[in-house]
């Protein structure tokens, strides 16, 4: 079912990037096809929302704004069951966000002259919540309560419209939008929604920030746009890596590689580990468990793809440098000492770090946001947080004589930088007095 990969005779200098699983996930080749998209939807507006909408989802509408009383009415037959687990969620996610809300710093760097970072919310956020294989209820809390606790003053939430509900999107994503407080929704999916929260189409205005996770159109959208409007990432599919040694248990760790592989077809779930023996039972556990599961055929294309394997290494020491390469939406550390093992990984989306922290904890109820990085890019990119709906801006506020001690200094740099006009504009400040002509 899964594929494995003997890294244990590979040289310390080996770039391990090219030797872990990967899914082909090209969204230059997607541009290509979302591109006529999004100009149609900056020069028609809901014209060519409408249209793209009965295209690719086979829904018919008139209006793409969700009504208010839909909303309502999926709250009210929302499982009591379902909205406790939502609560929570909402109330831990609100807790972590609240702590890493930073304050305004100031900076006194003499008499007079200070500089103050201050965090802005954004003015307004469109929020991207994906429908396709499963109804991702939980993006609709990850994505608004970062940014509601970030102070954005208007928010617009778009996901794609369900022929099996009448052209809305589903029910409980409706239900979690009432929940928190949203209540302009749009039934619109893929590239169009993305373009639509960018150049504004029908009711909807356009927004500064997209955010949310979708498939490679939707990547390939905001890739597209970025600069039209600010974006979190270019989420894909769902990746996790599991690091671990003899003293992981198959049962969990082969439970967790399924969690993921469930997701979607495309989903990759990497295991990396010490252990020969860790290994063949984790291949028996996955038979077992993926037939015993729900999505069965979906579970065992993902896993049999390349975008999935069990690395072999010689020990956790590369591990280490093999899942840093990887740079994993999704890491669990299974080890001996796994705090101690998490603390030396650089590149991950979120770590989840022993046998009880599963990646399924961090989807719904850790306090911790599942909206993360994949395909590589946690080397470079973060995950969603209260930060990303905030933008800083620096306010100088400098007296005379502030200027005064620094105003040789801002003349000689502008002018060996042959920009005398702007070594002048410090310079007519003390025009006349003893030292003013510098």
């Excluded at 599942?370 to 801006?393: E, I, N």
Aim: proline share 4%; charged share 20%.
């Amino acid at each position: 079912m899964i594929r494995r990969i003997d890294l244990t005779d590979a040289a310390p200098s080996v770039d391990y990037r090219g030797s872990v699983p990967r899914a082909e996930f090209d969204v230059e080749a997607a541009a290509h096809a979302v591109r006529p998209v999004i100009e149609a939807v900056k020069t028609r507006g809901l014209d060519a929302v409408l249209e793209y909408t009965a295209k690719f989802d086979g829904v018919e509408q008139t209006d793409i704004r969700v009504p208010v009383e839909a909303l309502t009415e999926a709250l009210e037959g929302l499982d009591p069951a379902v909205r406790a687990g939502l609560e929570e969620s909402i109330r831990r996610l609100r807790l972590t966000c609240a702590a890493e809300l930073e304050a305004d710093v100031t900076t006194e760097l003499g008499e007079g002259a200070l500089v103050t970072h201050r965090k802005v919310p954004m003015d307004r956020v469109g929020l991207y919540v994906p429908g396709g294989l499963a109804p991702l209820v939980s993006s609709v809390v990850m994505n608004t309560v970062p940014a509601q606790v970030a102070g954005v003053g208007s928010i617009a939430l778009a996901s794609p419209p369900q022929k099996h509900n009448n052209g809305l999107p589903e029910s409980t994503i409706l239900a979690a939008c009432a929940l928190l407080g949203v209540d302009e929704v749009y039934a619109v999916g893929g590239a169009q929604a993305i373009a639509m929260f960018a150049h504004g189409a029908g009711d909807c205005a356009p927004v500064n920030l997209v955010t949310g996770p979708g498939n490679i159109y939707v990547a390939a959208a905001k890739r597209e746009l970025r600069g039209v409007v600010g974006i979190d990432s270019e989420a894909g599919p769902t990746e996790i890596a599991i690091l671990a040694d003899d003293t992981a248990d198959a049962a969990f760790v082969a439970a967790d590689l399924i969690s993921q592989a469930e997701h979607d077809p495309m989903a990759s779930s990497v295991l990396v580990t010490d252990s020969v023996a860790l290994a063949d039972a984790v291949v028996v556990e996955l038979e077992k468990q993926a037939e015993a599961t729900k999505h069965t055929e979906r579970i065992r294309t993902a896993l049999g793809g390349q975008q999935s394997g069990i690395v072999i290494v010689r020990d956790v020491e590369q591990g280490i440098a093999v899942v840093d390469a990887y740079a994993a939406e999704h890491l669990e550390i299974h080890t001996r000492d796994a705090d101690a093992v998490a603390a030396r990984v650089r590149n991950a989306g979120a770590i989840f770090v022993g046998s009880f922290a599963p990646v399924s904890l961090g989807d719904y109820c850790a306090g911790s946001n599942h909206v993360l990085p994949t395909a590589g890019c946690a080397c470079h990119s973060s995950g969603l947080s209260v930060r990303a709906f905030t933008k800083s801006v620096h306010v100088i506020s400098y007296t005379k004589a502030a200027l005064a001690e620094v105003a040789d200094h801002v003349v000689t740099l502008a002018n060996a930088e042959d920009l005398p006009g702007h070594g002048q504009a410090v310079s007519v400040r003390f025009a006349g007095e003893a030292g003013g002509e510098k």
